[in-house]
């Protein structure tokens, strides 16, 4: 039976690490062991972020829609619970980017709030 290298496959699999540690700092992206050891690392962090990018980008918006809230006579809590009892099913995205963008139609938005939560 002939002799099996296996060169060519080793080669695939560390140019594969190579490829995508490249940008890392000093062996992390040259030596196969440390590379191997940083990409596996940083592609745990990768997936736990993607999960935290979700949860800052939410505190971002509710920040937003509480200062705009505030600008027209309420805070966010009261803010929120006027939409819902007003049964206006917008999300939490589209009323930041009214806050930012169109402050006239938050405002009306603000005054449909106030009206429905003092009922």
């Known amino acids: 039976m002939p002799r099996v290298k296996g060169a060519i496959i ?3 699999r560390k140019r594969k690490i190579f ?3 490249k940008g890392y700092w000093g062996g992390k992206k040259n030596l196969y062991r440390h590379a191997k050891e940083q990409l596996e690392k940083s592609l745990q962090y990768a997936y736990r972020d993607r999960k935290v ?3 800052m ?3 971002l918006w509710i920040s937003r829609i509480n200062a705009a ?3 027209n006579g309420l805070t966010y809590s009261r803010f ?3 939409l819902k009892k007003a049964k206006v099913g ?3 995205k589209l009323l930041a980017d009214l806050a930012v963008n169109d402050s006239s139609a938050f405002s009306y938005l603000a005054d449909l709030a106030k009206a429905s ?3």
């Open 10 to 12: 080793t080669k695939k």
């Open 19 to 21: 490829k995508m540690t």
């Open 53 to 55: 990018k979700k949860r």
């Open 57 to 59: 980008f939410r505190s």
């Open 69 to 71: 809230a505030r600008l």
């Open 80 to 82: 929120i619970a006027g």
């Open 90 to 92: 917008i999300n939490r």
């Open 117 to 119: 939560y003092n009922e």
